[in-house]
């Protein structure tokens, strides 16, 4: 099984940045070898998927409502997942979570981290 712990996430005026950090470990369990991504949930909403990435880091997918102001990555030698998040928006508040899997299908199955909140706010 695998544990995902994410961190990064606070408040942030409007225009602001944020990166989010995930690290992950589990026995048995190879990260470099799996897809990961970041979902999210407003108050009040479902679970929506945000962005995803290949376990070599090549491939990447973004959200419509992020593309162009978000960038994920990895580094397999850290077991580690991040998203940068750059002119923030206050729809963008919600809770984070880091994702094991193809998230763009996955998004309500896929097993994640506790979150992290993310408040867009002046």
């Known amino acids: 099984e695998v544990q995902l712990v994410e961190s990064g996430g606070g408040l942030v005026e409007p225009g602001g940045s944020l990166r989010l950090s995930c690290a992950a470990s589990g026995s048995g369990w190879t990260f470099r070898y799996y897809p990961m991504g970041w979902v999210r949930q407003a108050p009040g909403k479902g679970l929506e998927w945000v962005s995803f990435?290949?376990?070599?880091?090549?491939?990447?997918d973004y959200a419509d409502s992020v593309k162009g102001r978000f960038t994920i990555s990895r580094d397999n030698a850290k077991n580690s997942l991040y998203l940068q998040m750059n002119t923030l928006k206050p729809e963008d508040s919600a809770v984070y979570y880091c994702?094991?899997?193809?998230?763009?299908?996955?998004?309500?199955?896929?097993?994640r981290g506790q979150g992290t909140q993310v408040t867009v706010s002046s």
């Open positions: 994702a094991e899997g193809d998230v763009r299908t996955s998004a309500t199955t896929a097993q």
């Open positions: 990435i290949s376990g070599s880091g090549y491939a990447t």
